[in-house]
């Protein structure tokens, strides 16, 4: 452990899946490229599709893919992981973006751990809400006013997306939740200076961590070979299972490597830079059938060779 440490600020990204954390914290990268960065970044599911999407660059990067930041599977592995940063690497800022299943309550008993509160401070929470989404899977789900009420700023994201309406009701319901400060954005677009004035009031970080209510989900990871055709595809995306709350990962299709982007019923599908080698696909939901998923990728993409499908 290094002798003359300094303490290592910390901003926290929270939101619920598909929120667009990544896309902000690529943004993040971006704006703090002259400092010493580190990243962690975590992912639910054992197939990671985030941290494929950030850019190479002069930062340590760290993938936690065994499920929820605030599990128990993986909660020994992030609070290792903050110390080592902390105390050995000793960036600038530490970036981490948490699973969309994340209950940030649970963060500050982490941080507040003797391993790591005399070396990190979190300076910020910033959570993203998915504008299209929220109402709809915040009756749902226990994390989604978790990260809300723990939040120090608030972003509803993809504002576009919605209508004037909609946007108003959920600036409402949002500021009756929390004294935070709400702004509207678009691909996660905001003066990211202001993240450098803030600093975060921590909460009483008594009672062990764990102690919230996980969200019943799980995910099935799919691996394949096979360049894909458009229809087949649209067809496979049409007939998805209703279980399935997020889907994400890379086709190849016609020759061209794409991201694809499920959350609930809207999708996205863009060309990336980068040719990847085989299809990878997570998908995350409720009671998910192994079997079903596996009949629809290999009969709706006519897919006809063997893959690796891996359920947790």
């Not at 894909?228 to 889907?247: A, C, K, T, Y």
Request: net charge negative; glycine share 4%; aromatic share 6%.
């Amino acid at each position: 452990m290094a002798e003359n440490f300094r303490i290592v600020p910390a901003i926290l990204l929270t939101g619920f899946l598909g929120a667009g954390k990544t896309t902000l914290l690529n943004r993040l990268i971006d704006h703090y490229q002259d400092r010493k960065l580190a990243v962690l970044v975590n992912e639910f599911g054992d197939m990671g599709i985030d941290a494929e999407l950030i850019p190479k660059g002069d930062f340590t990067t760290i993938e936690l893919n065994k499920g929820s930041l605030f599990c128990i599977c993986v909660r020994t592995d992030f609070i290792d992981a903050v110390a080592r940063v902390a105390t050995e690497i000793q960036p600038d800022l530490l970036l981490i973006e948490a699973t969309g299943l994340a209950d940030t309550t649970d963060m500050e008993k982490m941080l507040a751990l003797p391993n790591i509160s005399p070396f990190l401070e979190l300076k910020a929470v910033v959570c993203l809400v998915d504008a299209c989404n929220f109402l709809k899977i915040n009756s749902i789900f226990n994390a989604p006013a978790s990260q809300v009420r723990d939040a120090d700023l608030l972003l509803i994201n993809k504002a576009d997306q919605v209508s004037d309406k909609t946007l108003s009701e959920l600036k409402q319901f949002l500021s009756e939740m929390t004294a935070a400060e709400i702004m509207t954005t678009h691909f996660a677009r905001f003066d990211l200076s202001m993240l450098d004035k803030m600093d975060r009031v921590s909460p009483d970080p008594s009672g062990a961590p764990g102690e919230g209510r996980p969200d019943p989900l799980e995910s099935v990871s799919v691996e394949f070979q096979g360049d894909l055709d458009p229809s087949d595809v649209e067809q496979f995306l049409d007939h998805r299972d209703s279980r399935i709350i997020r889907m994400k990962g890379f086709l190849n299709i016609k020759g061209q490597s794409h991201y694809l982007d499920v959350t609930v019923d809207r999708h996205s599908l863009s060309r990336t830079p980068h040719q990847k080698k085989v299809n990878r696909l997570v998908f995350i939901g409720k009671r998910l059938d192994k079997e079903n998923i596996s009949w629809q990728v290999r009969q709706l993409l006519n897919v006809d060779r063997n893959f690796a499908i891996k359920a947790r």
